[in-house]
């Protein structure tokens, strides 16, 4: 008998609601009051994962622990709450059909016609179940991606459907977040969206318990019952989300306050613990009352798209609030940048970070960029490509190499400064096949690195396939580059530094992944306290 009680959560009338932020926020409050929770993710497109998806389709990739390329909600999935999440906890049909088919080839479905209802349906399912397999979560929310009413969605609807007829519905709970929007020149909200929506949902025999409804301003009372005759939802099982207004930390407050956490208990029969709310209270106390404003630029490819990078700037958020500074960060293309201009470009920044990316596009900007940080003492941090990029900087302006490079951009450098790791020469298929997830880091003592991390060995999660070549660490250390992080087995080298720089730092790994605003990624911390000292 499964204790766990499931949750799903379905979006209506239109994308981009928040649905994984609201996943994360219940998880959150779930959590305060002394429960446990996984959280999962079913994405109905087609790909095995957004691994090999462009940033501007998908936004950022982010990696699990355990190597596995999701979505970025399990960014927040992670940051909301004290769990790591695994592959198990991001499924896409891409996964469920591959799984069901390689079944089909090996012959273990005996001749039967394999279909939708009940073989998807039942893989579907089946992943749900996965996660109570060790150790039962108290709760298990799901999120189920896309808008109901989308063609790929229905055998996820169709498989919560049979779960709840199976374990009822103290249970199996349904929430249904839609949009209420406001019409601008009657200046009123408007229900119909949302109860159609709900119909929408109805025709798959799936009646929602809780309504959490995205509007300007609070819905009244009479707007309230007026959704809750119509779509069947008890009135408290209405809930208002509005927008927060300075940072998305205060998602899970703004439901705390609603009570959805409540109603969600209440509903599943689960007893009304009391909440322990004061990390997350205070954390929302220091963003609204920091007011020195640090300037970080970041140089990347995808800098019009937020998504791109959305762990990596809410750990610069991170790194504000372990500060109790603001961080503010400006955007910068490095196609945009060249020799004449980059002074002038970079000039009032206190902190410059070049993130992990992919292409040779821009390239020389972030080169440009890092140069700039490093011979004007302004504090950088590179990650991934950032830090490759620093090698090659550090190559051409300090060892003189004039066209030292990356192997990925220029296979035929005299100076392959950082080339395929050895292990990547025979992967022919893109898909899942670069160092992925978490690896072991030896930090040097006394270096930079571990004045932040204040521990001799790590463990960070990646996403690559060139590393540091290694024939040339001597060449670079005898010129003043600390190699500060590197493989247990010596083989990878995963920090850089410059000991004679205020704080000049690189890594091979992505520390983005790891920052939660309750525990602050150390170097983030530090990168931040660093900058904050040019500030007057
Ligand atoms: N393109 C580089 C590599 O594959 C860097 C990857 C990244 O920044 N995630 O090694």
């Known amino acids: 008998m499964i204790k766990s009680k499931f949750i799903f959560i379905s979006g209506g009338v239109c994308s981009s609601l928040g649905k994984g932020v609201t996943v994360a926020g219940l998880g959150c409050l779930l ?27 998908h936004g950022e990739v982010f990696v699990t622990e355990d190597g596995a390329e999701t979505d970025l909600d399990l960014g927040y999935y992670e940051r909301f709450t004290s769990s790591m999440f695994s592959k198990k906890n991001s499924v896409t049909t891409g996964q469920i059909y591959h799984a069901v088919i390689e079944r089909e080839r090996r012959g273990d479905y005996l001749g039967r016609t394999v279909q939708v209802v009940p073989h998807i349906t039942n893989e579907i399912r089946s992943r749900i179940y996965e996660l109570c397999k060790n ?133 599943l029969q689960m007893e009304l613990k009391k909440i322990n709310f004061t990390s997350w209270d205070n954390i929302i106390k220091i963003i609204a009352s920091s007011k020195k404003v640090i300037s970080i630029g970041v140089v990347g490819k995808y800098i019009s798209l937020p998504d791109a990078y959305r762990s990596l700037f809410e750990s610069l958020s991170h790194g504000g609030i372990a500060n109790q500074v603001k961080v503010e960060i400006i955007k910068i293309n490095p196609e945009e940048i060249d020799k004449s201009n980059y002074k002038e470009l970079l000039k009032n920044l206190h902190g410059i970070l070049v993130p992990g990316g992919f292409g040779e596009r821009g390239i020389e900007g972030k080169i440009l960029a890092i140069h700039y940080a490093r011979t004007k003492n302004i504090p950088f941090f590179g990650i991934c490509l950032g830090m490759q990029c620093a090698v090659i900087e550090f190559a051409r302006y300090i060892l003189g190499w004039k066209d030292a490079h990356s192997t990925e951009f220029n296979p035929k450098t005299p100076f392959p400064v950082i080339s395929l790791i050895e292990e990547q020469m025979e992967i022919k298929q893109l898909g899942g096949t670069m160092r992925l997830g978490a690896y072991p880091c030896v930090i040097k003592k006394n270096s930079v690195a571990f004045n932040e991390y204040k521990i001799d060995k790590t463990k960070e999660r990646h996403r690559h396939r060139f590393e540091f070549t290694l024939r040339f660490k001597e060449d670079f250390e005898k010129a003043g580059m600390e190699f500060s992080g590197m493989s247990p087995d010596e083989r990878l080298v995963e920090i850089i530094e410059l000991p004679a720089h205020p704080w000049f730092i690189g890594v091979q790994y992505h520390p983005e992944f790891k920052s939660k605003p309750i525990s602050p990624h150390p170097l983030f911390v530090g990168f931040i306290r660093a900058s904050s000292k040019l500030v007057k």
């Open 135 to 267: 150790d039962e979560p108290d709760f298990i929310i799901v999120e189920i991606g896309g808008t109901v009413g989308d063609i790929e969605s229905l055998p996820f609807l169709e498989a919560i459907r049979q779960m709840r007829y199976e374990h009822g519905s103290s249970q199996v709970l349904f929430i249904h977040l839609t949009l209420v929007p406001t019409i601008t020149v009657a200046g009123e909200a408007k229900t119909k969206p949302t109860q159609h929506s709900v119909k929408e949902l109805l025709t798959f025999g799936i009646q929602p318990d809780i309504l959490i409804c995205r509007v300007a301003k609070h819905l009244s009372k009479e707007m309230k019952s007026k959704i809750s005759l119509f779509c069947n939802v008890k009135e408290e099982n209405v809930i208002s989300a509005v927008d927060v207004a300075s940072s998305i930390y205060e998602i899970p407050k703004m439901y705390k306050e609603e009570k959805l956490d409540e109603v969600v208990l209440k509903s």
């Open 31 to 57: 959590e305060s009051r002394g429960y446990t929770v996984s959280l999962q993710k079913m994405d109905p497109y087609i790909n095995i994962d957004p691994g090999t998806m462009s940033p501007y389709q």
